[in-house]
């Protein structure tokens, strides 16, 4: 199989495993238990949130685990909601391209009486500094703005935000799922208060994941229990997943710059070779975007059939098509960047990771065009398109 | 899996993809923006359908579906072909995921509208009411969904 959903999860490197076993056969005790299993256990999770501070620039105090990056979104999300509205502070700054986990939890504080400006993405999937600036209010309790987007894969101005948010003493959250493991993350310099983080993309374990929060920001737990997480986080530590998440991040750290540097190759020849399909267009900045991901609309074809028969010829791809949404409306985040429905149905998302090969590159570029054609040439749209009954958009 | 072994052969293999040049109805349902568009071809010689052809925007269920509904109308009257509801043709194919049945409602009016064409090009009166199109409605209805 050639594995190109690595947006969507990744393959568990064989060297956090390693790190990871003696946690779940040997030293497995609990990490509040006061014997020596529970204390060894305890020193190791400790180790692992020294780790992960380092790695993004913060205190391994302000590390909180989690279950992964939904959980750490809705986290911080309520937590500066509850802090702000006891000054009356009801407004938050979002985009109209995060993540369910950030929308959800928006949607939810909205019915509660909070008020969300989205800010606009335009063509290219990024919000304008300036735009930020102008939906700013007396009122405004937090800015939850993500640092790459899982679709387009865009990179926003993050550093920028966080020096508006903290000149203005606002909040500032970045779901960075996408982001951290594969481009430089530094919470000081960024000025970020908050930042989510999901341990299975960059080849971690699924089910653990980080909530960094700023030392002065009172996080609210979603979990109650036990004093596990300095309290705001009920439940045994996941010691296991904790010290794989780190390994991990450790190892993506260190081999960040060598890898996108060979993912950018392989990126760019999928990005110029796909692109010569007749109709198609890549969606999300050419430059501001991750090392590993290809996000492309073909005109006239849907996207489930496109993956069913990628799946078919052993390419595991990703799509924005209704279908593959479980909901009517195609990607929120194409049709933010202005693609029509139609088009939006017709998307496909690559994604790459370090164990993506040259051959495996080749091997996409022969049989996408293929299979596109081979839909389109069953596709009443397409026929219209090409009769002139309907008009081109891309 | 999400879809029968059935469901996937006719994707993977549907039969009768394409257009009939001097087809006796053509009709088209579904909408582009939802995500699906079927246009259905039939040949009628004596009452009887001698050939049907589809072309299909949309998921895999939507070309299944497709792919089998032109099995059922073929060698059918048309009179019978008519009656071919979306529960048979999601019955042939072994079942459909709940948020696929659209797929198959689809389908059945897509023949439907084949046959209203051929019925209004050669003049033989029928009942509109049966042959009106319920697609806005399984729209509205996956929308309030």
């Not at chain 1, 959250?173 to 989510?196: F, R, T």
């Not at chain 2, 089998?68 to 529960?87: F, R």
């Amino acid at each position: 199989m050639i594995y190109l959903d690595n947006a969507g999860t990744t393959k568990l490197d064989e060297k956090v495993l390693e790190a990871m076993t003696p946690y779940l056969l040997e030293e497995y005790g609990n990490a509040s238990s006061l014997h020596s299993m529970g204390q060894k256990a305890r020193e190791a999770l400790e180790k692992a949130r020294e780790q992960v501070a380092k790695c993004i620039n913060a205190k391994p105090r302000e590390v909180y685990f989690t279950s992964g990056g939904s959980e750490g979104d809705s986290q911080a999300i309520i937590s500066a909601c509850r802090l702000g509205e006891r000054k009356g502070k009801k407004h938050i700054i979002s985009s109209k391209i995060e993540h369910h986990a950030v929308l959800h939890t928006l949607e939810k504080l909205e019915k509660e009486g909070f008020e969300v400006t989205y800010l606009d993405v335009y063509d290219n999937g990024i919000v304008k500094v300036e735009d930020l600036k102008n939906a700013i209010r007396e009122d405004t309790a937090l800015v939850t703005i993500m640092f790459a987007n899982n679709e387009i894969g865009t990179i926003q101005p993050v550093e920028e935000i966080g020096k508006i948010c903290r000149e203005r003493g606002i909040l500032f959250h970045s779901d960075a799922v996408q982001a951290v493991g594969h481009i430089p993350v530094d919470v000081e310099k960024m000025n970020i208060d908050m930042l989510s983080i999901a341990g299975h993309k960059f080849h971690g374990p699924k089910g653990v994941g980080v909530l960094y929060a700023r030392s002065n920001v009172l996080l609210t737990a979603l979990i109650e229990g036990g004093a596990q997480e300095r309290g705001k986080r009920g439940g045994t530590e996941n010691v296991a997943g904790a010290i794989g998440l780190a390994e991990a991040l450790n190892m993506a750290t260190i081999e960040m710059e060598e890898i996108n540097k060979k993912q950018l190759v392989l990126r760019d020849r999928l990005i110029s070779e796909l692109s010569k399909i007749p109709h198609s267009i890549l969606n999300g900045d050419r430059e501001k975007r991750l090392a590993n991901n290809v996000n492309m609309c073909f005109e006239g074809i849907e996207g489930e059939s496109l993956l069913l028969l990628l799946d078919d010829e052993g390419i595991c791809a990703s799509s924005g098509s209704a279908c593959t949404s479980g909901s009517l409306d195609p990607s929120h985040v194409l049709l933010a960047i202005g693609r029509p429905h139609e088009v939006a149905h017709g998307s496909l998302r690559l994604t790459l990771s370090k164990y993506t090969t040259e051959e495996e590159i080749d091997k996409t570029i022969q049989i996408v065009p293929k299979v596109v054609e081979y839909l389109r040439k069953m596709s009443p749209v397409w026929d219209q398109l090409e009769k002139g009954v309907r008009k081109h958009v891309i | 899996m999400l879809y029968s072994e059935k469901v996937m052969d006719h994707f993977r293999n549907p039969r009768n993809v394409g257009e009939i040049e001097d087809a006796s109805g053509v009709g088209e349902v579904g909408n582009a923006k939802c995500g699906d568009i079927m246009r259905m071809y039939i040949k009628v010689e004596n009452g009887i359908i001698t050939d049907c052809k589809f072309m299909t925007f949309g998921c895999g269920s939507a070309i299944a579906t497709s792919s089998m509904a032109t099995e059922l109308v073929k060698g059918k009257p048309v009179e019978e072909a008519v009656k071919i509801t979306n529960q048979a043709v999601v019955e042939a194919l072994g079942g459909l995921p709940a948020h696929k049945l659209h797929c198959s409602v689809l389908a059945e009016e897509a023949v439907k509208a084949a046959v209203k064409d051929y019925y209004d090009k050669n003049g033989i009166a029928y009942d509109q009411e049966e042959y009106a199109s319920h697609t806005h409605e399984i729209v509205k209805d996956r929308h309030e969904k």
